[in-house]
């Protein structure tokens, strides 16, 4: 079984442009969760998408968006980049989004 | 608030125990979860728990005490690929897909 595939794997952006990252979760998992990872934070929460919708958000501005289409794959968008977007960018899913969570290599984004 | 605590880093000798502790003060409970991550690599999960009480898998076992806010992740036969960071994750809310995580442990395995 294939595990949870992203998109790309490395990006390097400017500060002002805008990024969008892909995840293909587990075959037949239909929760999607993404989670920025740096240093000094460590890793949080993005938002959780369940069946196209979104089901949780974490506490990011709305440049921060994301969505999940009819086959669970999920794109998350982040607009007008700042350097301090600079992060690993993680998604995982699972089946229901109360069993346990696989994630994926995630993306790693530089912005200059 | 939301706090969730473990040590930034543990050191131990191969062949060794170690165990990482966790506390967390959340707003509400829903499960704890372990993952390991090595580093530039994705978080794999060990162990989860939900009622009091210890579960064990293999090398690994965790345990929670929800009246205490607290959990351990105990590693037995330390190996040097276990040299990673630890992770300890609280689903406050009624799903599991919205994690809270600490910060890690790093352990160091040493010959």
Known sequence: KAGVTQTPRYLIKTRGQQVTLSCSPISGHRSVSWYQQTPGQGLQFLFEYFSETQRNKGNFPGRFSGRQFSNSRSEMNVSTLELGDSALYLCASSQTGNTEAFFGQGTRLTVV | ?111
């Open chain 2, 1 to 111: 608030g939301q706090n969730i605590d473990q040590p930034t880093e543990m050191t131990a000798t191969e062949g060794a125990i170690v165990q990482i502790n966790c506390t967390y003060q959340t707003s509400g409970f829903n499960g704890l979860f372990w993952y390991q991550q090595h580093a530039g690599e994705a978080p794999t999960f060990l162990s989860y728990n939900v009622l009091d009480g210890l579960e064990e898998k293999g090398r690994f076992s965790s345990f929670l005490s929800r009246s205490k806010g607290y959990s351990y992740l105990l590693l037995k036969e330390l190996q040097m690929k276990d040299s990673a960071s630890y992770l300890c994750a609280v689903a406050a809310d009624d799903s599991w897909g919205k994690l809270q995580f600490g910060a890690g442990t790093q352990v160091v395995v040493t010959p």
